[in-house]
């Protein structure tokens, strides 16, 4: 493919179809993908999230099938450049005379299959994470907590490098368009591109663009599929937790006032401590007789946080240190650290009305599971907008500072 | 004798549906062997509403305060927000049916809210009123 053509400004130009609609597809969804999983990092949308990352791989798959039969432009032969060529085409670059190529150029096909890299390897880690932490996904049980954690930290780590190079691509792409005068962001969108006359032209592949909308739609629309008929008695859950041993004179007990917090939220000793205590429990006095007292307490020593039966029995557990004997599980450093992004305003209001009531948030509180993706914060039909103008606010706030700040993995661990 | 067995048997299992079912004229027989009675389901109703004055916090206390003022809803827990399931029976058939759980109720819920145990005159005019609704 005649790719690179020498500067000549008698010569006619023509417009000709550069980038068929496939690999404009590829690169805008790939875009979208890549902000809707910054955006979606909480575990409080890892159901988006994880949309955004089955997106993104599976369109990474697409582009390495397309790089072989997805025609002139969009085929790796075409952009086949080695690492020589790359080098020589920065440095004519940073000279500010770089030569024009119609497809990408040897700098600019590096960048993308370093992207590509990067994806797949998020991605990689990413499915590793979620079969270690939470035990979901395709990989689940292959990795272990602690692994799956590596993991999760790897992942966050690689989305900050594919940051970088997603900067360094925009900054490439700024660099040529000036040097070039040409606006190739605009040619990512119409697909067109001025070229010298005679020049190969892509055909649009519109069949192929359609089925990919399709796919995407369809793949979207099963994936949220429990929103759409879900009820305000029967919300959505999208994971479900493995269900958690189970104890009904526990329940019955341990039930009446507040919910039955799983033994799995605090380590043993703390529930010893808290039976023993059982007559000023929080100035109540409970009242249990000692077969009750013993009952209770083995069924919850049996289960407690050391038994790691969740994700977030293994990590309360961490973050407690070993002198600690912590009777309440919202002063463990994991919950802190987990709810520090609710305000005041919410925690007060009569739908919340304090931390321990976990149900009013959590779907699956009442399981024990705590699963990610299984919170909603309740909000007052009348202030719904400022709470949630409010949390907006704090969101954006919390983004920009995010920048400087360690990535809120590390807090995770207590 | 088989005949016999068999009766037996049988009563074994009816009576303690029998005693559940009524587990509230179960406890006014029992509050009546104290000497207390009759039963009032005014009265009842008024110390329901009545406020009292809590010694530590200084703040008022009543039934109502868990469990509403319309015991067909719902109430929710003062200090932890959990939702009560509605106290009358007719709205939730469950309410009333073990006699440990309404004594241990009584205990807890009387301490907390009089600051002290109901007498066995009040429990019975309390039931009486629940009974009604």
């Given at each position: 493919m005649q790719t690179q053509t020498e500067e000549n400004p008698v010569a006619e130009i023509t417009q000709a179809r550069i980038w068929n609609i496939p690999v404009r597809l590829f690169h805008w969804m790939l875009v979208s993908c890549f902000i809707t999983a910054w955006l979606t990092r909480d575990d409080r949308y890892l159901d988006i999230h994880l949309f955004a990352g089955y997106l993104m791989a599976a369109l990474i798959l697409f582009r390495l099938l397309w790089g072989v039969i997805g025609g002139p432009y969009a085929r790796f032969g075409d952009f086949a450049f080695g690492w020589r060529e790359a080098w020589g085409y920065t440095k004519m670059a940073l000279k500010g005379c770089p030569p024009r190529f119609i497809g990408h150029n040897p700098a600019g096909s590096w960048g993308i299959y370093l992207l590509l890299g990067l994806g797949s390897l998020i991605a990689i880690t990413g499915l590793l994470a979620l079969g270690g932490e939470?035990?979901?996904?395709?990989?689940?049980?292959?990795?272990n907590r602690p692994q799956g954690a590596l993991a999760h930290d790897l992942h966050e780590l690689l989305a900050w490098v594919m940051l970088g190079a997603v900067a360094v691509h925009l900054l490439g792409v700024l660099v040529e368009s000036i040097l070039h005068r040409e606006n190739l962001i605009g040619s990512m969108i119409t697909g067109y591109k001025s070229v010298p006359p005679g020049t190969v032209s892509a055909t649009a592949s519109r069949p192929v663009a359609a089925f990919m909308l399709v796919a995407t739609i369809a793949a979207g629309f099963s994936w949220f599929y429990g929103y759409l008929v879900e009820t305000p008695e029967q919300p959505y859950r999208p994971f479900i937790g493995q269900q958690l041993p189970d104890n009904a004179l526990w329940r019955e007990e341990c039930g009446a006032?507040?919910?039955?917090?799983?033994?799995?939220?605090?380590?043993a000793r703390s529930w010893r401590v808290m039976m023993q205590q059982q007559a000023s429990h929080f100035g109540e006095?409970?009242?249990?007789?000692q077969d009750a007292i013993d009952e209770i307490t083995t069924f919850m020593a049996d289960n407690?946080?050391?038994?790691?039966?969740t994700e977030a029995a293994w990590k309360i557990n961490q973050s407690i240190p070993e002198t600690e004997t912590p009777?309440?599980?919202?002063?463990t450093q994991y919950w802190i650290d987990k709810h520090s992004e609710i305000s005041m305003q919410i925690w007060e209001s009569p739908k919340v009305?304090?931390?321990?009531?976990?149900?009013a948030c959590h779907l699956d509180a009442d399981d024990g599971?705590?699963?990610?993706?299984?919170?909603r914060i309740p909000v007052e039909e009348d202030q719904s907008s400022t709470v949630l103008f409010n949390e907006m606010f704090q969101k954006a706030a919390r983004y920009f500072s995010f920048n400087s700040a360690p990535p809120n993995r590390l807090d995770d661990k207590g | 004798m088989k005949r016999k067995l068999i009766v037996i048997t049988a009563l074994m299992f009816v009576m303690p549906m029998v005693v559940q079912a009524d587990a509230i004229s179960q406890l006014q027989a029992d509050y009546q062997a104290k000497?207390?009675?009759?039963?009032s389901a005014a009265a009842g109703e008024a110390l329901w509403n009545k406020p009292f004055k809590d010694a530590k916090s200084g703040k008022e206390r009543r039934c109502?305060?868990?469990?509403?003022?319309?015991?067909t809803q719902a109430g929710k827990h003062l200090r932890t927000g959990k939702v009560i399931e509605p106290m009358a029976p007719s709205a939730n058939?469950?309410?009333?049916?073990?006699i440990k759980k309404i004594k241990k109720w009584f205990v807890r819920n009387c301490k907390w809210t009089l600051g002290r145990e109901c007498t066995a005159q009040e429990k019975g005019d309390l039931l009486a009123f629940l009974k009604s609704l």
């Open positions: 939470e035990g979901h996904g395709p990989l689940a049980g292959l990795l006032c507040h919910l039955a917090f799983h033994p799995s939220l605090l380590p006095d409970l009242f249990l007789e407690a946080a050391e038994q790691e039966l009777l309440r599980i919202t002063e009305n304090g931390k321990v009531n976990c149900a599971t705590f699963e990610d993706a299984a919170m | 000497g207390a009675g009759p039963f109502t305060t868990c469990h509403t003022t319309d015991l058939p469950k309410r009333l049916t073990k």
